[in-house]
């Protein structure tokens, strides 16, 4: 199984940015999938998650309203539009599998 993330950068408070994740090695569509952050020194936390269709969708509170999840199951990628950044959404972001993740992608929001 692989998981690549990429889109993560540098942006200011309010700016956006597109993760996207490309996965392989299982059968995409067929399962649910999802996004999680790990920020220095504060515990991993579930940012939304997207089932194998897309109707079933769950986003945390902390990102809801701001961040929208979706999927392209030609393409066996996930993505994740990030608008509204706040200097707390710094994080490296994975995108998680039935318990595996991939290396995950720095999102750094500063002025």
């Known amino acids: 199984v692989q998981l690549q993330a990429s889109g993560g950068g540098l942006v200011q408070p309010g700016g956006s940015l597109r993760l996207s994740c490309v996965a392989s090695g299982f059968e995409f569509d067929a399962f649910a999938i999802g996004w999680f952050r790990q920020a220095p020194g504060k515990e991993r936390e579930g940012v939304s998650c997207i089932s194998s269709g897309g109707s079933t969708i769950y986003y945390s509170d902390s990102v809801k309203g701001r961040f929208t999840i979706s999927r392209d199951n030609a393409k066996n990628t996930l993505y994740l539009q990030m608008n509204g950044l706040k200097p707390e959404d710094t994080a490296v972001y994975y995108c998680?599998?039935?318990?595996?993740r991939g290396q995950g992608t720095q999102v750094t929001v500063s002025s």
């Open positions: 998680a599998w039935q318990g595996q």
